[in-house]
T-cell receptor, first 106, second 115 residues
């Protein structure tokens, strides 16, 4: 069963605009939610995380929002840059979603 | 530190053959994870170890899959016999118990193709 779901396989945005990647989960017992970024032919690398007791965490251009009542989290990237183009994985502890491919157009 | 090391990076084999994937975690990390990435299911957790002991292998798809961790520096994932549907990228990851936020460190992956 998929405990973490990313329903949008792809997203395309213009450079300088905001990118919003979404994630839903079913397991209320996750301690942390994490976002990883993956470039082709490389392993995923950690980007940002949020504790289950928080509702927002910010790190530079990246902000993660957690809505526990809706079992939903989102990653905001502002402003988006072409170098942000990658596959983004949402994870609850060690359970991952299917990923969303973000393309930032110059 | 060299990071998580996986070998081989690419493996092409024929159906029915045995395949062994290898992983060296980051020194000092006490958790090790094996994942499989496919288009349909994304990153699937296959099994994870804590202090060399398998904790959860519920993600291992079939008895054809087995994993071992004989010591803190080495783990293997074996598929015997292999089938075309096993074709995927297999990732190994590790983390330390003290890592804030459960952050994992991934290897570069092994791309397996079963003909």
């Amino acid at each position: 069963d998929q405990q973490v779901k990313q329903n949008s396989p792809s997203l395309s945005v213009q450079e300088g605009r905001i990118s919003i990647l979404n994630c839903d989960y079913t397991n209320s017992m996750f301690d942390y939610f994490l976002w990883y970024k993956k470039y082709p032919a490389e392993g995923p690398t950690f980007l940002i995380s949020i504790s289950s007791i928080k509702d927002k965490n910010e790190d530079g251009r990246f902000t993660v929002f957690l809505n526990k009542s809706a079992k939903h989290l989102s990653l905001h990237i502002v402003p988006s840059q072409p170098g942000d183009s990658a596959v983004y994985f949402c994870a609850g502890d060690m359970r991952f979603g299917a990923g969303t491919r973000l393309t930032v157009k110059p | 530190d060299a990071g998580v090391i996986q070998s081989p990076r690419h493996e092409v084999t024929e159906m029915g053959q045995e395949v062994t994937l290898r992983c060296k975690p980051i020194s000092g990390h006490d958790y090790l994870f094996w994942y499989r990435q496919t288009m349909m299911r994304g990153l699937e957790l296959l099994i994870y170890f804590n202090n060399n002991v398998p904790i959860d292998d519920s993600g291992m798809p079939e008895d054809r899959f087995s994993a071992k961790m004989p010591n803190a520096s080495f783990s293997t994932l074996k598929i015997q016999p292999s089938e075309p549907r096993d074709s995927a990228v297999y990732f190994c990851a590790s983390r330390s118990r003290g890592t804030l936020g459960h952050t994992q460190y991934f290897g570069p992956g092994t791309r397996l193709t079963v003909l």
